[in-house]
């Protein structure tokens, strides 16, 4: 009998073992894109030297942890951010301080954590958070050209101006813009011209489509197939919402699933990739 129990509970477990492990293929496969070939690192591939990220929010680097951490760790690249507000319009969660301080927190939550992944340079502008594509356009192209200038990146990584990653309008509006400062920077004159590439980071279309609602499908219907896949550093992701306390429970009340299960599952990052030299703005 007790032979006879020990198979049973080894039969249940193998049945166990077997539902967990589907559940987990199930929804790993929902952050797996068929386009991007893996590599070690988007930059080094690319064979970049030195980065700038342009960016709307504080916290939007998180979409972004492995390829700056490993253009930094591995490629020894120069790596520098523009964070174009200062978050002053979220919701906090959980609530961490004054409503009327959140600006002056979620700033120094961004400059934490691009400390946080080796980040050389970062600055953070006081356009109105929520209010990108109401500012003068000029004026941030021309602010989005004199970082390029004194940065001289040879990759730029960005919003994709149709989709924005998330579908935020100021993402969209800052894609936009940094393509038009690119590309104003190539019609000049001077020794630096502009980067080679454009890198821009695309959100796993089918983990968007399940989770997103209409956000999501708008999202996915307007962003390209990625070409890259890389490590997204999952323990950077962790450490990086730590340090975004304000907006620590950002990503569960977004898309359901705890931190902790939608890195498991989510473990990497998407890029699809702009070459400057063969395809040049317009």
Known sequence: MRKRGLITLGVIVGVLALIVGGLYWAGRSLFYEPTARGVDSVIGELGGTRVLGVFAHPDDEQTVNGLFWR???????????????RGEAGEQSPTVG??????????????????????????????PDGGVPQADADEIV????????????????????????TGHKDHMKMGELTERAIAELADGEGTYTGPAYIVYTISPSKALEAFG?????????????PEYAMSAEVGKKHEGWTIHASQANYMQESYILPNWLTYLL????????????????P
């Open 213 to 225: 609602g209409e956000v999501g499908a708008f999202v996915v219907e307007n962003q390209p197939d």
């Open 71 to 85: 253009a930094k760790d591995r490629d020894g690249a120069y790596t520098a951010m523009i964070t174009a507000t």
């Open 266 to 281: 989510w473990d990497e990052e998407f890029y699809h990739v702009r070459d400057l030299r063969s395809d040049p703005l």
């Open 98 to 127: 004054r409503q009327e301080d959140l600006g002056d927190i979620r700033k120094a939550e961004a400059l934490k954590n691009s400390f946080n992944l080796g980040v050389d340079r970062h600055v953070v502008w006081d356009y």
């Open 142 to 165: 021309e602010r989005i050209v004199a970082e390029l200038k004194l940065v001289r990146p040879d990759v730029v990584v960005a919003f994709w101006p149709e989709s924005g990653a």
